[in-house]
């Protein structure tokens, strides 16, 4: 026995190292769109929220629109999961911020620097958002300046240009309060991406996002509670990706914390309930806007197993009749240009 345990202790680091070795040979460099078809995709790369949860990062989605790719929001951990999923952070054009709550912006730090070093970019990161965005994406540049310098001294120029590294802010107007209007953000080779403004209150300004390619078309509903403004953006829509609370397995979080003598955050699963929305509503309003595919993301609670989803969704499915998905990161839909199909699959994050 002791000879044999002092055989495979001999055999494990060179079996180790091979293994590892056909890992990366496998996974370093890969760029899982490059054969994706032309059309709109939609990755999820954080579908959380920020009560801690191991099995999904804070709020980020990729948007590939043709050769393009986005990122709406850029929650902590989603940096790593797009490098995971195969998706070139290198490649990333552009961020979209929805608002300014930490969980959609915790992982701007990694989101600009796997951009920058990525493909030695030479200008910094575009982040697009609602007036405000120029105030976090200083304090973020302030915050990583000392990094991008060692960086730069350490790897040079080539590899990490001094002008490439960080973001820059392009914030734009939003449509004033009880407007169901869209303001034009961005626009390029067939893709339209308008922003309008949902109710998030007390955080303002908040806003969703609608994308629009060669026929095909996704909103994004950021943070809300009911939105009219949300409901005339997604009219027709082929995605709907959007935020769900469920209260009552919110209230019994509340009911555990309140419990063991944990006031102040039982509050906060009180307040909670006041600016987002439940699975029921989301689900009626997709209905009345005729949404062709919904799917929530940005989930509350925790959910440890795919068991609780139907608890998740409560009555959201006798209110909506067409496919209802509870994401995951890690999963992506595709909507080819020129078709009506909606194809599905998962991408690794682990």
Request: charged share 15%; hydrophobic share 45%; with cysteine.
């Amino acid at each position: 026995m002791v000879a044999l345990i002092a055989a495979i202790a001999a055999f494990q680091r060179p079996i180790g190292a091979k293994i590892l070795g056909a890992v990366f040979a496998d996974r370093a460099g890969l760029d899982r769109t490059q054969g994706l078809p032309d059309g709109l995709h939609v990755a999820l790369c954080g579908t959380g929220s920020p009560l801690p949860d191991p099995s999904r990062a804070a709020a980020c989605t990729v948007i590939i629109a043709g050769k393009h790719i986005f990122v709406v929001d850029a929650g902590e951990g989603g940096a790593r999961n797009i490098s995971l999923m195969g998706i070139p952070n290198g490649a990333i054009e552009g961020v979209f911020l929805t608002h300014f709550h930490s969980d959609h912006i915790d992982g701007l730090g990694p989101m600009m620097l796997l951009r920058w070093t990525g493909n030695g970019a030479t200008s910094p990161l575009p982040i697009h958002g609602p007036p405000g965005v120029d105030r976090v994406v200083a304090g973020y540049d302030a915050a990583y300046a000392l990094d991008s310098g060692y960086r730069t001294a350490h790897h040079g120029p080539v590899i990490a240009p001094p002008s490439g590294a960080g973001g820059v802010a392009l914030p734009f107007a939003i449509p004033p309060r009880g407007s169901n209007d869209r303001v034009l953000v961005y626009a390029k080779d067939g893709l339209r991406v308008t922003a309008f403004r949902v109710d998030h209150g007390p955080v303002d300004p908040a806003v969703g996002y609608r994308f629009d390619y060669k026929g095909r078309s996704v909103v994004m509903s950021g943070d809300t509670t009911a939105s009219p403004a949300l409901v005339a953006a997604a009219r027709g829509v082929d995605l709907l990706i959007h935020e769900g609370l469920q209260p009552k397995l919110v209230k019994l979080m509340t009911v555990a914390l309140t419990r063991r003598g944990i006031t102040g955050t039982a509050q906060i699963t009180r307040d909670i309930l006041s600016y987002h929305a439940s699975p029921e509503m989301v689900a009626r309003e997709a209905q009345t806007a005729g949404v062709r595919y919904l799917v929530f993301s940005h989930i509350i609670p925790q959910l440890p197993s795919r068991m609780m989803y139907p608890a998740f969704l409560g009555d959201a499915r006798k209110l909506y009749d067409g496919p209802i998905i509870v994401g995951e990161d890690g999963m992506m839909f595709s909507l080819p240009a020129g078709s009506r199909t909606i194809d599905f699959d998962r991408l690794p994050v682990g």
